[in-house]
């Protein structure tokens, strides 16, 4: 008597297209939307087949992970998970490191959707709220609300993100933007005051 090797359950409709989409997000960052399904497919572990009978065709995959990945509450999922305990420029760091991959990921998948728009979500929303809370020990020092302390963040992270403005050969990385808005521009050993 031979035994059979068991398949694994079959995902439920929804939970097997999230995994799909989830699978072939990075790949259409890399690549842009002139994937095939075959490549889809690989990316995502399964059968072409089942990409075909998941969405249909190779445009709703792209759309679909368009939407996952335009979802704000992937960025705002991604700040909650910083440690309000971390020391301050640490947060700073991880902060502007979300930021900018936001902003290259969302440079990259525009590219892949050839430039059509994203998909409508809500505006900023608790974003201002959940920095609050990431510099909950911090803020009265500060002098900043949480939403200004956001939108200093977001500019120093997105103006380091763009490809003309950033350097190439040379970027600042985030903990060195971090220690600048911690510690302003002068060294104090180098004979600057604070």
Known sequence: MSERTARAPALPVEDRRRA???AVIPLLLERGADVTSRQLA???GVAEGT???AFGDKESVIAAAAEMYFDP???RNALRAIDPDDPFETKLAQVIDRVRERVT???RMMAALGRRLPPPHSARGDTGEIIGRVFAAELPRLGLSAERLEHLVRVVAFGSAI???ARVDDPLTSEEL???LAH???DPQEGGSR
């Open 20 to 22: 799909i989409v989830a």
């Open 42 to 44: 690989d990316a995502a």
């Open 51 to 53: 990409i075909f009978r």
């Open 73 to 75: 509450d992937t960025a």
């Open 105 to 107: 990921g969302t440079m």
């Open 163 to 165: 490809p003309p403005v």
């Open 178 to 180: 971090a220690h600048i």
């Open 184 to 186: 302003g521009l002068l």
